[in-house]
């Protein structure tokens, strides 16, 4: 899987603050697993991801990948990475989590490719807040038991998208649904059911939220970590 990118939205993104600092930004408690800071975030790797269970807001790891409750095997998060706004309350996969476990995935930022004339290989841009806050992915979280020995347990979650904004438009027809500041309880309230309340709060970010630039072709193969995959690039593209 080394030199495979994935170009789902979202399918790279970065997770490099320190777990205290994550915790303290979102009013949570910190988690007991530590991961190792990461610039290069990929598909079925642990993510910190904010949850709460009506008494307790907490940091915990999550298998990036949702496992639905009724999969015979965890493989198929694989391709569950991601949730489609629009059919959050239809699809199978998804519609349990979306009314009662619902989380948020702290990023410092994101990945996107866009396509580049006359070139192969797509140019990656990275998007982040412009000034400096992490990003609160809007999430789903589930609990998965292996139908065959009970005791076997995997906590997974997905990210959330939905429309693009201006800026992430010219690159791609979808990006995270990042809750603002007043949105996160709401979201992390697992007594909120009412569809139409939580529909409410999946639209696109403002643009003038973010900015996006041009960064290495490193970024392509996950074995990368580094930071210096988020330093700028020169190319035709420019800071949006």
């Not at 939205?9 to 408690?29: H, K, N, Q, T």
């Not at 906590?155 to 791609?172: D, F, L, Q």
Request: aromatic share 8%.
């Amino acid at each position: 899987m080394g030199k495979l990118a994935f170009h789902a939205m979202c399918g790279r993104f970065v997770a490099a603050s320190p777990p205290d600092e994550i915790a303290r930004y979102f009013g949570a408690e910190a988690p007991e697993a530590l991961l190792e800071p990461s610039y290069n975030v990929a598909p079925t790797n642990d993510v910190y991801a904010v949850l709460e269970d009506g008494t307790t807001r907490r940091v915990e790891t999550l298998h990036w990948g949702l496992v639905p409750r009724w999969a015979k095997d965890p493989s198929i998060g694989n391709r569950l990475i991601n949730a489609r706004a629009e059919t959050l309350a239809e699809k199978n996969a998804f519609k349990h989590a979306y009314r009662m476990r619902r989380c948020i995935i702290p990023a410092d930022g994101f990945y996107e490719w866009r396509p580049e004339p006359g070139k192969k290989s797509r140019q990656p841009y990275y998007v982040r807040r412009a000034d400096g806050e992490p990003l609160a992915f809007a999430g789903l979280w589930e609990l998965w038991r292996n139908p065959t020995t009970p005791d076997e347990q995997l906590r997974s979650c997905c990210i959330i998208t939905g429309e693009p904004n201006e800026k992430v438009r010219p690159i791609h027809d979808r990006m995270p649904v990042i809750l603002p500041e007043r949105a996160w309880d709401i979201w992390l309230d697992p007594t909120e059911h009412d569809l139409d309340t939580l529909g409410r709060l999946l639209v696109p970010a403002p643009a003038s939220l973010i900015e996006l630039y041009p960064v290495s072709l490193e970024v392509n193969n996950v074995r990368n970590k580094g930071r210096h995959l988020i330093d700028p690039v020169e190319t035709r593209g420019t800071v949006l």
